[in-house]
């Protein structure tokens, strides 16, 4: 089955799926397609598929992914000791695990084609990661209460299914709201202990983190990424389980903060 034959097949079970847009016409551009695509993926709410579409779709996303361009973390440089810093789209690093900048229902980015890192990582792991992350919150609601959201800094651990990493660390970061204040930069600090921890409980060797709360949270960049180099440096050096740690940009600004903080 060709990309194009994928994406046709997605798309109409989708469409079958969610009885409001079964009529629904769309362009023969693939670009439009795809697009489309995305889009039904996104609002879907979480549940099974049956395996005929998983194995389709697992077969399309990988083979979009590898498209793109997968880039290995054995094949980047460490800037010093086990920090890594590369600018890039973390949907393609191959590592064990990489952080999802979440939200405290945990379910992903419901906006179509939305490029919020959330979007992205539920968009190229599959319908799977919304599923599995609904199960894990239905648990923790039977433990605390119909109305449990997932509190600031607690990460959630999740397979990765169709990303090159093997597991998503999904995390909730503060969100700024007028002034930056101590305990907005304390709750950033303990997102990025607590993602270790995770990593190390878990035996993992590596992790690839986001900048945490600095998209549509309104963290300001400099002092979140600030606070994520120091917070890495301070684990490192009181914890010697060597695991690796990639700060992950996606653009100049963040790029020039960083390559700043880790050249010191």
């Known amino acids: 089955?060709?990309?194009?034959?994928?994406?046709?097949?997605?798309?109409?079970?989708?469409?079958k799926e969610q009885n409001r847009f079964k009529q629904i016409d769309f362009s023969d551009d693939e670009d439009s397609r795809k697009r489309l695509l995305r889009s039904l993926m996104?609002?879907?709410?979480p549940a099974e598929a049956d395996k005929d579409f998983?194995?389709?779709?697992?077969?399309?996303?990988?083979?979009?992914?590898?498209?793109?361009?997968?880039?290995?973390?054995?094949?980047?440089?460490?800037?010093?000791d086990n920090i890594y810093l590369w600018k890039g789209d973390i949907t393609t690093l191959g590592c064990d695990a990489i952080v999802n900048a979440a939200n405290s229902a945990m379910l992903g980015c419901f906006v179509p084609g939305h490029n919020c890192i959330d979007n992205c990582i539920h968009t190229f792991a599959g319908v799977q990661l919304r599923q599995e992350?609904?199960?894990?919150?239905?648990?923790?609601?039977?433990?605390y209460g119909e109305d449990y959201e997932q509190p600031i800094a607690v990460p959630m651990l999740t397979e990765g299914y169709n990303l090159p990493a093997r597991k998503v660390i999904h995390v909730v970061g503060p969100i700024v709201k007028?002034?930056?204040?101590?305990?907005h930069e304390e709750?950033?600090?303990?997102?990025?202990?607590?993602?270790?921890?995770?990593?190390?409980d878990n035996n993992l060797k590596s992790i690839a983190f986001c900048c945490i709360s600095t998209g549509v949270f309104m963290f300001p960049q400099r002092r979140?990424?600030?606070?994520?180099?120091?917070?890495?440096k301070d684990y490192f050096e009181h914890n010697k389980n060597k695991i690796k740690a990639v700060f992950n940009v996606f653009n100049d600004t963040d790029l020039k903060f960083y390559t700043e903080l880790l050249s010191d």
């Open 1 to 15: 089955m060709t990309q194009s034959e994928r994406i046709d097949y997605l798309i109409d079970y989708l469409l």
């Open 187 to 200: 709750l950033l600090s303990l997102c990025y202990r607590s993602c270790l921890e995770l990593v190390k």
């Open 178 to 183: 007028g002034k930056l204040t101590a305990a």
């Open 54 to 80: 998983l194995q389709i779709q697992n077969d399309y996303l990988k083979t979009e992914t590898a498209q793109k361009g997968i880039t290995d973390l054995d094949d980047l440089k460490p800037v010093k």
């Open 133 to 143: 992350c609904y199960l894990k919150m239905q648990e923790l609601r039977k433990q």
């Open 224 to 232: 979140a990424a600030q606070i994520a180099v120091q917070t890495v």
């Open 42 to 45: 996104n609002i879907r709410m």
